[in-house]
């Protein structure tokens, strides 16, 4: 109902990959859905398997050059955020790498911290614990700008210029919702992601405070949906 009492928390694949992956859909994103808020990014980390020597992004450019179609890299399913980061760093490095989907962000990281994979694209909040341990090595961040977390580990785009991928998350209402209800809910919670101890909390689990206009998520909505969709196009990602 477009009263402002059923909202949508979502991340990115309902609203910018499905629509590029599925032949049908119920509804369209764009048009069906009226953004509020977006409300936070969490950055992704690109980790390696201890046993693989590559230390940074470019030895492991290298690395999978040697051995094309023989590294693997460990997804939470098929079109999910970690796969087309997978097809995104395929694409701009000129590797060929095999991509493994798992039934979820657990398996996808334990595969991995067994060694059963190569590499994974994974969220921060997953994969600290397992780099801190030394059970995996961080390589680099997915987004433009480094971690303050991690503040030493270099971004993928300090090597392949212009690389981003991640999983961001947004409030969305019915698209009939009216604009002043709409605009009510976007106050409402933007005065919530400026409250010092929400920053904390989001920062300290990985995340980015976002906030802003409702325009400010449609139109990273708009983008990421023509963004994702040349990358499936060009690396021919199909969901059966």
């Known amino acids: 109902m477009p009263d402002g009492y059923t909202l949508l928390m979502s991340s990115p694949s309902p609203l910018v990959v499905s629509p590029h992956l599925l032949k049908t859909m119920p509804y369209d994103p764009q048009k069906d859905l009226a953004p509020v808020v977006w409300i936070a990014a969490v950055p992704a980390l690109m980790v390696v398997h201890p046993s693989i020597p590559a230390k940074t992004v470019p030895e492991f450019i290298k690395l999978a050059k040697s051995k094309p179609g023989q590294l693997t890299y460990s997804s939470s399913g098929n079109g999910g955020t970690g796969h087309l980061a997978g097809a995104l760093f395929d694409l701009g490095a000129g590797t060929k790498m095999i991509h493994v989907p798992y039934k979820g962000t657990g398996p996808a990281t334990t595969a991995l911290v067994a060694g059963e994979v190569t590499l994974s694209f994974g969220e ?64 409402a919670v933007g005065s919530i992601l400026r409250m010092p101890d929400i920053q904390a909390n989001l920062a300290n689990a990985g995340a980015e405070t976002k906030g802003g206009s409702p325009a400010d998520l449609a139109a990273q909505i708009k983008d990421e949906s023509e963004r994702w969709g040349r990358v499936i196009k060009a690396a021919g990602i199909k969901v059966e």
Do not use: C, M, Q
Request: no cysteine; charged share 15%.
């Open 124 to 187: 921060s909040i997953a994969l600290l614990p397992h780099i801190k341990s030394g059970r995996l090595r961080a390589l680099a961040v997915t987004t433009l700008k480094r971690f303050p977390i991690l503040p030493d580990l270099p971004t993928v785009a300090e090597t392949i210029p212009g690389y981003i991928a991640g999983p961001w998350y947004g409030i969305l209402a019915p698209a009939k919702t009216p604009a002043d209800i709409v605009a009510k809910l976007n106050g």
